[in-house]
């Protein structure tokens, strides 16, 4: 019996800030704690990955995105960049 493996680029055992989802790509925003100079700063992290289902029915995250899924990628990270800079387009134009 095969098992997912996930890709992880934050601290272990800490949930997400947010998680902003495309179609079967995920953006999963993370603020690691540095100390820089003796002051401790956040540090925003993003994790990318895409979501399926292996054969038998579990939810999987891999890395590798296909050309057919690179567009849902760069509007998921552009989600996330408008999250993070708090430069949201406003609902209410076009």
Not at 26 to 44: A, T
Request: include cysteine; aromatic fraction near 8%.
């Amino acid at each position: 019996m095969g098992r997912c493996t996930r890709f992880l680029a934050h601290m272990p055992n800490t949930p997400p800030e947010k998680i902003i989802m495309v179609g079967s790509c995920r953006v999963s925003i993370f603020r690691n704690l540095v100390w820089i100079d003796g002051k401790e700063i956040e540090i925003p992290k993003l994790v990318l990955e895409v979501r399926y289902k292996d054969k038998h029915g579990r939810w999987c995250g891999t890395p590798a995105i296909s050309l057919r899924e690179l567009p849902k990628a760069i509007l998921a990270l552009q989600k996330a960049f408008e999250y993070l800079t708090g430069n949201a387009p406003d609902k209410g134009s076009l």
